[in-house]
């Protein structure tokens, strides 16, 4: 029997420094962090505070979408191939938010040993329904195509549609026109 080497890279250490060219933003509240319709290029990390995403109507009428606190990611539209933003962020509270430019995440999320394909699609999923600390199914409020999945995995379509397949199947995911993600899926991630 092989034994998997063990990667180095532990992303709560990677999530909490600043290093590579990784910066964290302090906001204060109602700080504007972006704006809808401003170009999507990062992920946002936060690392301390709360953030509320909104959406504003073409008549101008604006509606909370999310209140998102520590740990939460947002932004993530970009990995799916979103140019603009779809909502407007803002400091809740004082913030601290670490920005991951989409080039970065997608080298993470390709290129670390840890991930297997599968882990990858899990943690994907997980960041797409803004995985928190509540244990309740998120949904993915954005239609996602098993190719496009599998563009930011880095595996196939058909690979992809196993692994939907499977986390379905163990209570994972819920898809019948719309996906929804378990927190359970989590456990896809801390397996070795």
Do not use: W
């Not at 060219?21 to 204060?28: A, E, F, I, L, Q």
């Not at 947002?74 to 962020?89: D, K």
């Not at 840890?114 to 309740?136: H, I, M, P, Q, V």
């Not at 692994?163 to 019948?176: A, C, D, P, Q, T």
């Amino acid at each position: 029997m092989v034994k998997k080497a063990k990667s180095n890279f532990d992303p709560k250490v990677f999530l909490a420094t600043v290093d590579g060219g990784r910066t964290v933003s302090d906001y204060r509240k109602d700080a504007v962090i972006f704006s809808q319709g401003d170009p999507a290029d990062a992920v946002f990390y936060i690392q301390k505070g709360k953030v509320r995403i909104a959406v504003t109507s073409e008549q101008g009428k604006e509606a909370v979408v999310a209140i998102l606190g520590a740990g939460a990611f947002f932004g993530e539209g970009c990995l799916i191939g979103q140019p603009l933003r779809l909502a407007n962020a803002s400091a809740l509270t004082e913030s601290a938010v670490m920005p991951l430019k989409k080039a970065e995440m997608t080298r993470i999320l390709h290129a670390e040993p840890f991930n297997s394909s599968e882990k990858r699609l899990a943690r994907t999923l997980l960041l797409l329904a803004n995985y928190g600390k509540e244990s309740t199914a998120e949904p993915v409020t954005t239609r996602i195509s098993q190719e496009t999945l599998a563009e930011i995995v880095g595996t196939t379509r058909s690979r992809v549609n196993q692994f939907m397949n499977k986390f379905r199947k163990l209570g994972f995911i819920e898809y019948n026109g719309h996906l929804r993600i378990h927190s359970s899926l989590l456990t896809v991630l801390l397996r070795d």
